[in-house]
Every structure is written in structure tokens, then in C-alpha cells.
């Protein structure tokens, strides 16, 4: 069974992942959800992979998942110790030299979002409603909890720091889009996984945030891909 190393996105809060580690756990796997240094000031890319290598500590068997800003810290693991699979979830696939900043119209994905929004008929306002854009396929009860939480500090330090890579791992790939995604349209994520990975991805239901969402179909999906490499 795999060691899972579950890499947030912005705001580095482990809490994303509360509802995958038990549904990883429960098909025999290892899952360590990781705190990112996201408040931390002199922190930047290499002090996020350090955080995430910290955490894994010596394992083998490791599969790295990371949601979307996590995929500028993801890779930087894969040059810094032996992973047998990288996972990318709704992920925000960087390029040698890009920021985070520089990110999005590089993509062209807030075009993309707003295009998708307009077939949904969802309102220009509703990019500012967390509940309808990462929380729509969300119980009330989860919901209501996701809602209550303080939102994680995001330093902006590794925002505007180029990411270093000259090229992605040689390390196993496979990328994960879901189907409601409002923040990186499913269409838009197909896109951006051929040009820069050269890669299709994989479908699963669920929006932005759907490890909280869709935890169980998510680690069937996980557990199928561990399966895979055996």
C-alpha cells in the first residue's frame, strides 16, 4: 500500500483534506495531510517542498497529491526525494519562470471562467461567493462548517517568486479535473494539461474543493491509480 502526501492549495490548510485521509486510510494506505508554511513570510517554494519532504519523513511507496495552487510545491518534492506517482488535483500546472501571479493570465483562465459561469447562468458576483464557487456541490452540514472556519493566511511571498523548474519530474503524472469545477473549468483544465504536460486528464464529480465533497469517489480514484502501478 502507498504513503499519500497531501499537498493543499492556497492558504496551506491540512483541513482539505479531513474527509480523503480516513477513505484512504479505510482501503489500507497511509495518508498525511501537510501543513504549508502559508503564513510563514520568509517562506517560498523551497521552504513549501521542504514542508512537505519534512512531513513524509523516510517513507517509500510515496504518492504526491496536490490541489490546485499545490502544484507549483508538488513537483519541486519530486526533485527532492523518490515519488512513485504524482497526482494533480484542479491544479494550477506551472511552467519554468512563471509566478503564480503571472499564472493566471498566462492560462487565460479567468476568461475561461467566465465563460463557463455564463453557461451556468451564475451571476459576474458570483467569483466572490465562496458557497458558489468552491461549496455548490457541498452538504449543508459541510457547508455550514466550511463557512464557519477562518480562512488560512496566505503569505505572498512565494506568489511572486518564478517557478524554478526547468522541466517537470520524470516522475509518473496523471491529472484530475472535475467535471463542476467553477474556479478552472473542466474544458480549461483539458487544455492546460495538453499544452504543458501533454497529458489527458482523468474526469471525476465534483467541483474546486471536492476531496471534501467527493472523498470517497476521490480515493477509489487514488487507490485505482496506486493499483495501476503495481
Known sequence: MATFALVPGGGGDPWEWHRLVPELQRRGHTAI????????????????????????????DLVVVAASMGAFTAPLVCERRSVDLLVLLNAMIPRHGESFGEWWSATGSRDARRRYHASLGLPAAAA??????????????????????????QSSTP????????????????????????????????????????????????GHALALSHAGALAERLDGYVRGLS
Request: include cysteine; glycine fraction near 6%; charge should be negative.
Open 128 to 153: 466572490e461567493d465562496d458557497a458558489v464557487m468552491y461549496y455548490h456541490d457541498f452538504s449543508q452540514h459541510l457547508l455550514e462548517e466550511a463557512l464557519s472556519r477562518p480562512q488560512p493566511t
Open 33 to 60: 495531510a501537510v501543513r504549508l508554511p502559508s503564513d510563514d513570510d520568509s517562506a517560498g517554494w523551497p521552504e513549501y517542498a521542504a514542508a512537505v519532504v519534512s512531513a513524509v519523513g523516510g517513507c517509500s
Open 159 to 206: 506568489l511572486g517568486e518564478p517557478w524554478p523548474l526547468q522541466a517537470w519530474p520524470d516522475v509518473p503524472t496523471r491529472v484530475l479535473a472535475g467535471r463542476h469545477d467553477r474556479l478552472f473549468p473542466l474544458a480549461f483544465q483539458r487544455r492546460l494539461a495538453r499544452e504543458r504536460l501533454g497529458l489527458e486528464v482523468d474526469e471525476i464529480d465534483g
